[in-house]
């Protein structure tokens, strides 16, 4: 079950909040439709539920708010406009990815992937998905971990009525077995039909919580649909008729040849017709959809005023709805006295009023007030009391103390974070395409550096000329770290349902120690590619082993290292791919002359023998010769770009960690 209580957003500058004290119910076992006009504070309203948006209510869902779930996407599935994965990822890949987000076994992306009917398309790319098959796979991720409970925003918009007959199917599905569905649309017919329950929103607040049956009885209208075309001749003598026999009818005028008739029966729309001598091209029965604002039934308008005034005289009305003539003709009550409404069944109110069941005992619940409708603003503007409306009149209650805040929190951690990141590294051609393209630019290079000679052989087998900044597999290296991070901000799988990227240190943990496996083993193939290449062309000569070999793998594998470290945190300090790179080119080309600067800069007192005491206290410590790599790791270090580039993941480390801390304490 899903209890809201009280939602309300924040305001915005000098309009009203998009969402104002709304509460509602949605049980167990049915499928709960949130209705509304584009703009009502549907998405709004499941936003501030999910914890996405800031403002103040409370949610439960099955007896406990949302941050107090320890695995949501456990709890509740959540489906929020369209499936934010890679474009050149597969379907399963997809899935498979999220399974180790949420800790449950691969084999369950098979079994969702059948149940929505994905099987024959598990291969596809996510790019080339059609509106209806991305709907279906939207459906499998919320369904992945097995949720109780489902929240949806517009799940059927854009699809085609098979589409949306397969969709709701699956939802009562998993209503009959026990769970809860609410899924929002702006679609009375929609609702009505696929739904047990219906909520309406208008302007962000709550006008009807009704069941299915009594929301199409009171709020859907039926209709006689004509074609005509004389259409503004026969809407004049329909008029004309419901003022003579004091009926109250009301005549949409739809646009073209079209018109609308209210109240009215196809008998009697056909016998003016033929009477006058105007011809019709279609004439029938339909069950009318006027929107969230429709008013009640045209005759219940007018047993109610018959019943609140005995003295009756026609009128008519007119507005524009768009470009749209609407005439209005019946029997109005004079004297300006208000009615009471005819009581309605369930605890429920008719529109123009705020519904709340009469059940419902919860914070944020007030008693009804009203609230503008579109849907009776002829009627309002005609000045006739009896076709809007009546007001109940009902003493103010005193206003309860404010829901509690609702803060942003981010997505959590995936269970299994480094099965999580090996599959979602794995499942894009990316990193494959950007390792080929740094093999070949480092052979390429260390054939031509070889070629012009007067290059060190170190520099020669790592393809890094002294003009450029980093060698090819170092940029490549801090490319693929930043790409770890910064596919997560534009392609936000972790946030589907909880709205931010997880910038936790167990997320980061798996990162890094992915990135670094993968930037030594871009290290060792380049070194490899470069030697296996420049012996193929100039001979052994150039692929002799050094005799300080150790101290520079230790340095060339360090240099590797950090900067796929380096485009990891730039990536998840700044959110973005490209900033992750930055920081890596960054490092030798603003940080190392500064570092130089600063050294190079006069002063009193130099550090000198630094090296020789440093080898005396710590280096006689280390058995079996280790002392050889310490000095290789202080070597890097000592270099201008070893050290820039540690003291650059020293900022970026600490930057996140404060980052991190923050959003925690917020």
């Not at 929190?409 to 090996?422: G, T």
Request: aromatic share 4%; glycine share 10%; net charge positive.
């Amino acid at each position: 079950m899903i209890q809201a209580f009280g939602l309300t957003s924040n305001s915005r500058k000098d309009l009203p909040p998009a969402v104002d004290d709304v509460s509602f119910e949605a049980p167990a076992g049915r499928v709960t439709a949130l209705l509304g006009a584009p703009g009502a504070g549907k998405t709004t309203a499941l936003r501030l539920m999910l914890e996405l948006q800031q403002g103040r209510g409370l949610t439960y869902f099955k007896g406990r708010p949302l941050h107090r779930i320890a695995h949501p996407s456990r709890e509740v599935g959540v489906l929020m406009g369209d499936v934010p994965g890679h474009p050149a990822r597969t379907v399963r890949g997809h899935l498979r990815m999220l399974c180790a987000a949420a800790g449950v076994p691969v084999r369950r992306a098979d079994e969702v992937l059948e149940v929505v009917g994905l099987v024959s398309l598990r291969a596809e790319r996510l790019g080339t998905l059609s509106r209806g098959m991305d709907r279906r796979l939207g459906l499998a991720c919320a369904l992945l971990p097995d949720p109780h409970t489902l929240v949806l925003d517009a799940p059927a918009d854009g699809l085609s009525p098979r589409e949306s007959h397969w969709l709701h199917g699956m939802l009562r599905a998993h209503a009959a077995q026990g769970g809860t569905v609410l899924f929002t649309t702006a679609e009375p017919k929609e609702a009505a039909r696929a739904a047990d329950h219906v909520i309406t929103l208008e302007q962000g607040r709550l006008v009807a919580d009704q069941a299915a049956a009594e929301f199409a009885r009171t709020r859907l209208r039926p209709r006689v649909a004509v074609r005509t075309p004389h259409a503004a001749r026969l809407a004049a003598l329909l008029a004309k008729e419901a003022r003579t026999a004091h009926r109250s009818v009301e005549v949409v005028r739809e646009g073209g040849n079209r018109l609308s008739v209210y109240g009215s029966t196809c008998a009697d729309v056909g016998e003016t017709a033929f009477r006058h001598g105007v011809l019709v091209h279609q004439l029938a029965d339909e069950i009318g959809d006027m929107g969230p604002g429709a008013g009640p039934f045209p005759g219940e308008i007018a047993e109610a005023a018959r019943e609140g005034q005995a003295g009756v005289t026609g009128s008519e009305s007119g507005e524009l709805v768009g470009d749209e003539a609407v005439e209005v003709a019946g029997t109005a009550a004079r004297g300006g006295q208000a009615h009471d409404n005819p009581s309605t069944p369930s605890g429920s109110h008719p529109h123009g009023e705020r519904a709340v069941p009469a059940d419902r005992g919860a914070p944020g619940d007030q008693t009804a007030h009203r609230s503008p409708d579109p849907g009776s603003a002829p009627a309002a503007e005609s000045g006739d009391t009896a076709l809007s409306p009546a007001t109940v009149s009902r003493p103010h209650a005193p206003l309860p103390p404010l829901p509690p805040p609702i803060s942003v929190r981010s997505a959590p951690s995936p269970l299994r974070p480094v099965r999580y990141e090996l599959r979602r590294a794995a499942g894009i051609g990316t990193g494959f395409l950007t390792a080929a393209a740094v093999l070949l630019a480092s052979a390429l290079t260390a054939v031509l550096l070889a070629r012009v000679g007067h290059t060190p052989q170190a520099r020669l087998l790592a393809a890094w000329p002294r003009e450029l900044p980093l060698p090819p597999a170092a940029l490549g290296a801090g490319l693929l770290g930043a790409l770890a991070f910064g596919d997560e901000f534009r392609h936000p799988a972790l946030a589907a349902d909880r709205g931010t990227v997880p910038r936790r240190l167990g997320l980061l943990t798996a990162k890094l120690v992915v990135a670094t496996v993968t930037a030594l083993a871009l290290a060792f193939l380049t070194v490899g590619c470069d030697a296996e290449v420049l012996y193929l062309v100039y001979g052994r000569e150039l692929t002799e082993v050094p005799a300080d070999w150790p101290v520079l793998s230790v340095s060339w594998l360090g240099l590797v290292a950090g900067c796929a470290w380096s485009g990891v945190l730039a990536a998840g300090v700044f959110r973005s791919t490209t900033a992750g790179l930055a920081a890596v080119v960054a490092v030798p080309v603003l940080v190392v002359p500064l570092v130089q600067r600063a050294l190079e800069g006069a002063s009193v007192r130099a550090a000198t023998g630094l090296p020789a005491r440093l080898r005396e206290v710590f280096l006689p410590q280390w058995p079996f010769g280790g002392e050889r790599y310490l000095v290789g790791a202080v070597r890097v270090i000592a270099q201008p770009v070893g050290g820039a580039l540690a003291l650059s993941l020293t900022a970026l480390l600490c930057a996140y960690l404060l980052t991190t801390l923050r959003s925690r304490v917020r």
